[in-house]
């Protein structure tokens, strides 16, 4: 797997982006996933959380931890990651790692669906059905980003 990220991380033909997998200097043909994937995470990048907390929810090369788990997709999910806005509602719905909380499963199911993941389309719909209205607004009420950006980088507030 990694020797054909590494690859596709090398193409002259792909535009510069930071977070890709040559940025973490892995080596051709490198050997444990979790090792790069928690290294991506720790970096801030959406892949690797989202892939750590599919390690954790699923125990895979880790204990099953779906509290670990909860805290990687957040992180992705608050980045706009799609995938894991769509694993955070799974967890909210079937109460893994938190308590059960159908809004904030809609909630989730929500944004991923409105960046086009089917599967949320359909959680959306199917937990819709036993849903107040009043808890179907709430649900579809915008978050406030958890970390509000107060500068612009590159900008400077002209001077008073």
Not at 20 to 30: H, M, N
Not at 73 to 93: I, N, P, V
Not at 106 to 122: F, L, P
Request: proline share 8%; aromatic share 10%; charged share 25%.
């Amino acid at each position: 797997m990694f020797k054909w990220l590494h690859k596709a991380g090398n193409r002259s033909d792909s535009p510069p982006q930071t977070g890709r997998i040559t940025d973490l200097e892995i080596p051709p043909g490198g050997d444990n996933p979790l090792k790069w994937f928690r290294k991506a995470a720790e970096k801030g990048t959406c892949w690797g959380q989202l892939n750590l907390g599919m390690r954790y929810a699923r125990g895979d090369g880790v204990p099953q931890d779906y509290a670990e788990a909860i805290i990687w997709f957040q992180k992705a999910a608050d980045q706009r990651d799609a995938m894991s806005q769509y694993y955070l509602g799974e967890m909210y719905e079937k109460g893994l790692g938190v308590s059960a909380d159908q809004v904030k499963a809609y909630k989730w199911y929500c944004q991923a669906a409105s960046q086009g993941i089917r599967e949320a389309d359909n959680a959306r719909h199917r937990l819709q059905q036993s849903l107040t209205p009043e808890q179907i607004a709430n649900g579809q009420a915008r978050p406030v980003p958890s970390t509000p950006r107060t500068t612009i980088p590159g900008f400077k507030k002209p001077a008073d």
